[in-house]
């Protein structure tokens, strides 16, 4: 079963008497275990595909089908579990909480789950900063951690959840080149050691050679060529 499937997926708003056209029929299908990459200039659709992905929105046509299930047949209350359960989120902005420190931040969406014990939670938590290599981090601050560090904390909250897919948007933005392809090393290394989709999208040509597999979009679509397989 695919991770990820869309057919001829079209997504447009409304700005006044004006129509914005975000994709213009996409189909795509994404295998479970993927290390994919979403390349495109700023405007060209990407972000609007990773939300189509992530539950975060519903096509305007076409279909979205995440694991087998229809997101255009869950209404928001199933959409909210959903991304909870099945869904990671890695941003470009980091987003940890300022007051929580490392083990309290990676912990925070299982406590929103409320399904494990506390000696499990302890037990998930601890897997996944040694997976990102923060043991030594572990009650510090987002304050107190470098770029590098606090994305290193939001791989591993969104992997602590053991979700299907992991979405990454811009996820090396605000960081030196240097700590971005590192960043994209490490999300490949725990692809290899937990089978996780990890799905990101960028514009950085130097981190897209990373990608095991491409997929250029612009203006809305999906252009002719995709590159697969790359190493």
Same mark, same amino acid.
């Given at each position: ?14 700005? !006044? ?38 539950? %975060?929105?519903?096509?305007?046509? !076409?279909?979205?089908?995440?694991? !087998? ?17 099945? %869904? ?5 902005? =980091? ?12 912990? =925070? ?18 897997? =996944? ?25 939001? %791989? ?43 799905? =990101? ?31």
């Amino acid at each position: 079963m695919s991770a990820v499937e869309l057919i001829d997926v079209k997504k447009y708003y409304k700005l !006044g008497d004006t129509r914005v056209d975000a994709l213009r029929g996409v189909s795509l299908e994404i295998e479970t275990g993927e290390f994919l990459a979403i390349a495109g200039p700023s405007g060209s659709g990407k972000s609007t595909m990773l939300n189509m992905f992530g539950c %975060i929105d519903t096509p305007s046509e !076409g279909t979205v089908t995440v694991d !087998g299930t229809r997101t255009d047949h869950l209404n928001d209350r199933e959409l909210t579990r959903y991304r909870r359960t099945r %869904i990671g989120f890695i941003f470009q902005s =980091f987003n940890l909480i300022p007051v929580l420190n490392v083990y309290e931040n990676i912990e =925070f969406p299982l406590l929103l789950q409320r399904s494990l014990s506390r000696s499990e939670r302890e037990q998930r938590v601890m897997h =996944f900063i040694e997976e990102v290599g923060l043991a030594d981090r572990i009650r510090n601050k987002a304050n107190e951690l470098s770029g590098g560090q606090r994305q290193r904390v939001a %791989i591993a909250r969104a992997l602590v959840t053991q979700p299907l897919i992991v979405l990454a948007d811009e996820p090396t933005a605000n960081l030196d080149s240097e700590t971005g392809l590192r960043i994209i090393d490490l999300m490949r290394e725990i692809n290899d050691r937990e089978k996780t989709t990890f799905i =990101f999208s960028t514009h950085d040509s130097r981190i897209v050679s990373h990608a095991r597999r491409v997929v250029q979009i612009r203006d809305g679509l999906i252009l002719d060529g995709t590159e697969k397989d790359q190493v």
